[in-house]
């Protein structure tokens, strides 16, 4: 099985800074990396793209329009460890955070439980 296990949440001003950590666990990451993304849900909202870094090709990064040039998402493949550093952040930034794991397949089959990020105006 594979868990994942996000940290890092928490309340910071507008145009403050919070840095988010994923933590990879389980018998497939002791043996391949995973191309790993983050996603966000506001209440009452559909589930989002953030990011994603790649495991292969120098770990290719790819950004939501909504972020780009304000998160930076990053991994530590020995640690099987993904972050993502979010900077300026903005009252619409406020959503639980998940952190999630991109099969073969092409699907996020593997989701972590969620970090609430509050950002207050």
């Known amino acids: 099985q594979v868990q994942l296990i996000e940290s890092g949440g928490g309340l910071v001003q507008d145009g403050g800074s919070l840095r988010l950590s994923c933590a990879a666990s389980g018998r497939p990451f002791s043996r391949y990396r995973y191309t790993m993304g983050w996603f966000r849900q506001a209440p009452g909202k559909d589930r989002d793209f953030v990011a994603s870094?790649?495991?292969?090709?120098?770990?290719?990064?790819t950004y939501a329009d909504s972020v780009k040039g304000r998160f930076t998402i990053s991994r530590d493949n020995a640690q099987n460890t993904v972050y993502l550093q979010m900077n300026s952040l903005k009252p619409e930034d406020t959503a639980v955070y998940y952190c999630a794991a991109r099969t073969l397949s092409g699907n996020w089959d593997h989701w972590g439980p969620g970090t609430q990020v509050t950002v207050s105006s």
């Open positions: 870094i790649a495991s292969s090709g120098g770990g290719t990064t």
